[in-house]
Nanobody, 112 residues
Framework: QVQLVESGGGLVQAGGSLRLSCTAS????????MGWHRQAPGKQRELVAA???????HYTDSVTGRLTISRDNSKNTLYLQMKNEKPEDSGIYYC??????WGQGAPGTVSS
């Protein structure tokens, strides 16, 4: 059974940095395309960063240059490094593996 557990969320001031982690069990992060999705209050969940099996990355326009998705296969963990945070980055961040596996979400709040 696949389990994805996010950690590292919290409160940060605008301009600050935050790093989220997603540790997988029951499957390997290296064997699937992985992604980070964000759901802001009152809005739909959206993909903000994706990491293909090839290692190619994709970012939504609003976060390009500020977010970095990466994985450590030895720790079976996916990361999202966020810098120069903006209030509009606030939301619940979900890790996704492949097409169907989701983590429980980690909150990230950016104060102005």
């Amino acid at each position: 059974q696949v389990q994805l557990v996010e950690s590292g969320g919290g409160l940060v001031q605008a301009g600050g940095s935050l790093r989220l982690s997603c540790t997988a069990s029951g499957s390997a992060v290296s064997a699937y395309a992985m992604g980070w999705h964000r759901q802001a209050p009152g809005k739909q969940r959206e993909l903000v960063a994706a990491l293909a099996l090839t290692g190619r990355t994709h970012y939504t326009d609003s976060v390009t240059g500020r977010l970095t998705i990466s994985r450590d296969n030895s720790k079976n963990t996916l990361y999202l490094q966020m810098k120069n945070e903006k209030p509009e980055d606030s939301g619940i961040y979900y890790c996704k593996q492949g097409l169907y596996a989701w983590g429980q979400g980690a909150p990230g709040t950016v104060s102005s």
